[in-house]
């Protein structure tokens, strides 16, 4: 039995980074690779500064494969980086990616890469929607609770249309089931903390999430709607 939600976007903007994605240590261990001289010591607020310009140094290439293996290690074979170097220069290239779960991650690598070498990769365009959830009956409360990546984004799947990407690729999964893919469509997400009086959960909720513009694009500021999940 399904519940019945209202779901307003309070903010839908255009973003290029996601955060706290290249921390102190993700540097860091980018500049050993790179054999860069004493990278160990190097004070931190420079770090990014010395990654760019070890990147420049290897060349494109080599710079990419860099990027992917620090990203990725094992998870990606040493041949597959090779061949998303190219690949990476292309429009929103994650969103051509079969490997749904890695798409973060190649958004990620651009972010350093456009930085590093801005006449070669183009600006990451990410959404970051900012949006509330009310739960219009006390069984939606507990779903509200938990939000979960499917349920949000079959939540969200309901201010799209039929047409939209969203419902062609994954007509099936919106419906039911585990939606094994619902994780990696979400780069980022924070939540206020769910909690009612006398220990029952709220009925409302705040969310900021970040994603391809692929997914929710078509959704706007001001934008309310009713789902069901």
Known sequence: MTSPFEVSILSAEEVHSLPGIWPAEALRQ?????????????????????ALMALQDLGNQAAG?????????????SGVRQNLVDDLQETSPWDDFATVEQQRGLFIA???????????YGTPDALRLKFTVQALSEAGSTALAAA?????????SFGLSDSDVLHRLYEDDLRSGP???APGLIWHFEADTARGSEGKPEKVRSFDMICSMLW??????????RSNA
């Open 148 to 156: 979960t990546a499917p349920w949000l984004i079959r939540i969200l």
């Open 216 to 225: 929710f694009g078509p959704l706007g500021k001001g934008q309310t709607f």
């Open 179 to 181: 939606f094994k893919d």
């Open 110 to 120: 651009v972010v350093l890469l456009h930085q590093a070498f801005p006449n070669r």
């Open 30 to 50: 980018l500049l050993v690779k790179a054999e860069i001289d004493d990278a160990k010591s190097i004070v931190e607020s420079d770090l990014l500064e010395m």
């Open 65 to 77: 494969e860099l990027v992917l293996e620090i990203i990725f290690g094992d998870a990606m074979r």
